[in-house]
């Protein structure tokens, strides 16, 4: 079967609190391959553009503010049936509603402070990957 990719951000309080190492333990433990990755920092207009979504979302202003505050870690992840997967290994966007022993139950503190994102979709996967990675910075099992 042919693999897909997703994409990650380790977000800033994961960061602030030491969490990567424990998070990136937890992404290969369940078989992701790490494809690409780097500590980055968002400019405002990034993030503006990055969550665009959500422009018309109450938490909007507050969301950029916090995803511009430190560094995160962006990484390109693959394995068969990538984006679903992954989901299911960082649970519910509410860290109060996530099952035990999801990524978000065990590092988030709060609804936005979430610990982790992963892409909703193949052709958001495609899209992130895009935005943070060139080719020559991806090593791919698939592509
Ligand atoms: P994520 O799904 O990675 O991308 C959108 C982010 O918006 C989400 O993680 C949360 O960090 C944030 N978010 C989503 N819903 C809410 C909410 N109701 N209140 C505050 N932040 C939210």
Redesign the pocket.
Known sequence: MKGTKTLT?I?PGAISNEYIGPILARVNSAGFHIAAMKLFKFTRTQAENF?AI?RE???YA??VE?MTSGPVVVAMLEKENAVEDYRKLIGA??PSKAEEGTIRKLYAE?????A???S?SNENAEIECDFFFAKCERFSNFE
């Open positions: 951000i977000k969550y959500h979302r109450p938490f507050s969301l916090f966007t509410d709060s609804i936005e402070r979430n982790v994102h992963g909703d």
